[in-house]
C-alpha cells in the first residue's frame, strides 16, 4: 500500500518568513496530493491540492510542487503569519488506493509575531 | 464550514462496550470515509463506504464495521472497546470517483475516550 513520509515534524518560523514542508511518497499510481490544516481540537481544513498532471498550483500565500519522478511534493507558505501557525498534513490518494487517503505524519508550524 | 457533521462530539465508553459514531456527508457527495487520529498522529484509514458499499479498508480488526445509508450518511460501530480505540474518529465526505482521489471534507470528529 502507499506510504507518505512527511517533513520536518516541527518548524519553527518568525512571522514573515516563509515555510517548506516536504513529503514523498510510495505508490507512482497515486494521483492526487492534497495538503491540510488542523489546528489544535479543530476537523482537518483542506487548504490545498495538487492532480498527478499538474506540476505547481498556487493560491495566495500558499504554494504545492509535485514532482512525479521522484514521487515528492511540498507545501510552500510565504509570508507567514501568526494564524498560520498549526499542524499541516499532507495525503496521497489514487491509483490502487482510490478515495483512501493515506497521511503523513504532520507537521507542527510555529510562527512568532 | 464544511456541511460534514458527526455525532456526538464526545463519548465516555468503558472497555469492553460497544459505540456508534454518525457522519451526515455534505450534499451530493456519494462517499463517507472513516479515519482514526490518535493524539498527535496523522489520521489513519479505517474504511470507506461508495454508494452503500464498502469500498477498501484500512488496517482494522473486524470489530470495526460500518454502513452507508440511502441519503449517504454513516455510521461506524466499534464493538469490544478496548483502551487504544480512544481517539478522535473522523468522517469526511467526498464525491467519489473510482479511478482517481477527490476532495474530501471533514467533520469535526468525535473524541471517543475508552476507559
Known amino acids: 500500500g502507499e506510504n507518505v513520509e512527511q517533513h520536518p515534524s516541527t518548524l519553527s518560523v518568525q512571522e514573515g518568513d516563509s515555510a517548506v514542508i516536504k513529503c514523498t511518497y510510495s505508490d507512482s499510481a497515486s494521483n492526487y496530493f492534497p495538503w491540510y490544516k488542523q489546528e489544535l481540537g479543530k476537523r482537518p481544513q483542506l487548504i490545498i491540492d495538487?492532480?498527478?498532471?499538474?506540476g505547481e498550483k498556487k493560491d495566495q500565500r500558499i504554494a504545492v510542487t509535485l514532482n512525479k519522478t521522484a514521487k515528492h511534493f511540498s507545501l510552500h507558505i510565504t509570508e507567514t503569519q501568526p494564524e498560520d501557525s498549526a499542524v499541516y498534513f499532507c495525503?496521497?490518494?489514487?491509483?490502487?488506493?482510490?478515495?483512501?487517503?493515506?497521511f503523513g505524519q504532520g507537521t507542527i508550524l510555529t510562527v512568532h509575531p | 464550514e464544511t456541511g460534514v457533521t458527526q455525532s456526538p462530539t464526545h463519548l465516555i465508553k468503558t472497555r469492553g462496550q460497544q459505540v456508534t459514531l454518525r457522519c451526515s456527508s455534505q450534499?451530493?457527495?456519494?462517499?463517507v470515509s472513516w479515519y482514526q487520529q490518535a493524539l498527535g498522529q496523522g489520521p489513519q484509514f479505517i474504511f470507506q463506504y461508495y454508494r452503500e458499499e464498502e469500498n477498501g479498508r484500512g488496517n482494522f480488526p473486524p470489530r470495526f464495521s460500518g454502513l452507508q445509508f440511502p441519503n449517504y450518511s454513516s455510521e461506524l460501530n466499534v464493538n469490544a472497546l478496548e483502551l487504544d480505540d480512544s481517539a478522535l474518529y473522523l468522517c469526511?465526505?467526498?464525491?467519489?470517483?473510482?479511478?482517481?482521489?477527490?476532495?474530501?471534507?471533514f467533520g469535526q470528529g468525535t473524541r471517543l475516550t475508552v476507559v
Open positions: 495538487i492532480r498527478s498532471n499538474v
Open positions: 469526511a465526505s467526498s464525491l467519489g470517483d473510482l479511478l482517481q482521489g477527490t476532495e474530501a471534507f
Open positions: 495525503a496521497a490518494s489514487g491509483g490502487t488506493s482510490y478515495g483512501k487517503l493515506t
Open positions: 450534499s451530493g457527495h456519494n462517499t
